[in-house]
């Protein structure tokens, strides 16, 4: 489970060594290529050397709470050590440092770890940034589209009286993205069999879950699951009416939303929507008052575990005011 343990609260709050490093003698950075910037995970790791052995490391982060442990895991493990020393360190130290990572979250310890070697590569050659290598993916491009044949079945279906056509694209693209990943849709949206059979009634009343078997595919890895914490952060967000009433669809998006957040990656894509702004839609027609709470424009998965990790009394950030930041552009862009 994607949770944070509170071994990893305190490294991502350990923020001793991050921030920048003015006259560093090697620079190693990880996702802030062209046109990378502000749209992927990144890091930057400088080195400040006495002789060979790095007297000061400092990071600076873009991610989430396990990768901002892992920097700051690894950057202890650096500082103090001579390059050949620093050359050793690998993911299982840092995620050993971490006391584990889940393992969805192990790519996290590579990439500062990536960017960490980078530094040590730049420190021992032109002192020029040196850019690390990290798995290509194709971490833009819609996971589902129109052509997909679960989509184009469910939305071909016969509409019911009353459902939104946008609602109707969002719960396709959801159970589209899940069919592909296991034999059990519900579950990798986090809902139970009996609200799998509830929203298929509302959307797609001509569609049941038996239709939803042969677009399945058996689950290579076991499923994250979905953050606990989280899914009660979002069911606080609910709306009600007077008598108390809460939209059901609200509660499959606070459900899906928390678990689909369990995933590495952009979490439009994990939801297999069509563009990010798709995603800030939907929490604006049914989590009204979270679209509300996010008045600054925050990217949302990092706005969601920012709110989480401010509840436990930590803080993801390492900037305590997000005007004076210079990464402002990281965390706060156009969904779209």
Same mark, same amino acid.
């Given at each position: 489970m994607?949770?944070?343990?509170d071994?990893?609260?305190?490294?991502a709050?350990?923020?001793?060594?991050?921030?920048?490093?003015?006259?560093?003698d090697g620079t190693?950075?990880?996702?802030?290529?062209?046109?990378?910037?502000g749209?992927?995970?990144?890091?930057?790791?400088?080195? !400040?050397?006495?002789?060979?052995?790095?007297?000061?490391?400092?990071?600076?982060?873009?991610?989430?709470g396990?990768?901002?442990?892992?920097?700051?895991?690894?950057?202890?493990?650096a500082?103090?050590h001579?390059?050949?020393e620093?050359a050793v360190?690998?993911?299982?130290?840092?995620a050993?440092?971490?006391?584990?990572?889940p393992a969805? !979250?192990?790519?996290?310890?590579?990439?500062?770890?990536?960017?960490?070697?980078a530094a040590?590569?730049?420190?021992g050659?032109?002192?020029?940034?040196?850019?690390?290598?990290?798995?290509?993916d194709?971490d833009?491009a819609?996971r589902?589209?129109?052509?997909?044949?679960?989509?184009?079945l469910?939305?071909?279906?016969p509409?019911?009286?009353?459902?939104?056509?946008?609602? !109707? /694209?969002?719960?396709?693209? &959801?159970?589209?993205?899940?069919?592909?990943?296991?034999?059990?849709?519900?579950?990798a949206?986090?809902?139970?069999?009996?609200?799998?059979a509830?929203?298929? /009634?509302?959307?797609?009343?001509?569609?049941?879950?038996?239709? &939803?078997?042969p677009?399945?595919?058996?689950?290579?890895?076991?499923?994250?699951?979905?953050?606990?914490?989280l899914?009660?952060?979002?069911?606080?967000y609910?709306?009600c009416?007077?008598?108390?009433?809460?939209?059901v669809?609200?509660?499959?998006?606070? !459900?899906?939303?928390?678990?689909r957040?369990?995933?590495?990656? /952009?979490?439009?894509?994990?939801?297999?929507?069509?563009?990010?702004?798709?995603?800030t839609?939907a929490i604006h027609?049914h989590?009204?008052? &979270?679209?509300?709470?996010?008045?600054?424009?925050?990217?949302?998965?990092?706005?969601?575990?920012?709110?989480?990790c401010?509840?436990a009394?930590?803080?993801?950030c390492?900037t305590?005011d997000?005007g004076?930041?210079?990464?402002?552009?990281l965390?706060?862009?156009?969904?779209?």
């Amino acid at each position: 489970m994607s949770t944070y343990t509170d071994t990893i609260r305190r490294w991502a709050a350990d923020d001793r060594r991050a921030g920048p490093l003015a006259d560093a003698d090697g620079t190693g950075e990880v996702g802030l290529g062209a046109g990378e910037a502000g749209t992927r995970l990144a890091v930057r790791f400088a080195l !400040r050397l006495r002789g060979d052995r790095a007297e000061t490391v400092r990071y600076q982060v873009f991610g989430c709470g396990f990768t901002i442990a892992a920097c700051a895991a690894a950057a202890e493990l650096a500082e103090g050590h001579t390059l050949a020393e620093i050359a050793v360190i690998a993911p299982p130290s840092v995620a050993a440092a971490l006391g584990g990572l889940p393992a969805e !979250r192990g790519y996290c310890a590579d990439l500062a770890v990536a960017a960490l070697q980078a530094a040590v590569e730049s420190a021992g050659s032109s002192r020029r940034p040196v850019v690390g290598a990290l798995a290509a993916d194709d971490d833009h491009a819609p996971r589902v589209t129109a052509a997909a044949p679960l989509y184009r079945l469910l939305t071909d279906s016969p509409a019911p009286p009353g459902a939104p056509a946008v609602d !109707r /694209h969002l719960f396709a693209c &959801l159970l589209t993205v899940a069919a592909g990943e296991t034999d059990d849709p519900g579950a990798a949206l986090g809902l139970n069999d009996a609200e799998l059979a509830d929203l298929l /009634h509302l959307y797609f009343p001509a569609v049941t879950a038996a239709t &939803l078997r042969p677009f399945c595919r058996p689950a290579v890895d076991p499923l994250p699951q979905g953050n606990v914490d989280l899914l009660q952060l979002l069911l606080g967000y609910l709306p009600c009416d007077a008598d108390g009433w809460q939209p059901v669809p609200s509660l499959w998006l606070a !459900r899906t939303l928390a678990c689909r957040a369990a995933r590495p990656g /952009h979490l439009w894509r994990s939801m297999g929507l069509f563009a990010r702004a798709e995603l800030t839609a939907a929490i604006h027609r049914h989590l009204p008052a &979270l679209a509300a709470a996010n008045s600054r424009g925050m990217r949302w998965k990092r706005f969601l575990f920012k709110q989480l990790c401010e509840q436990a009394g930590g803080s993801l950030c390492q900037t305590p005011d997000c005007g004076a930041c210079s990464d402002y552009p990281l965390c706060f862009g156009e969904e779209a």
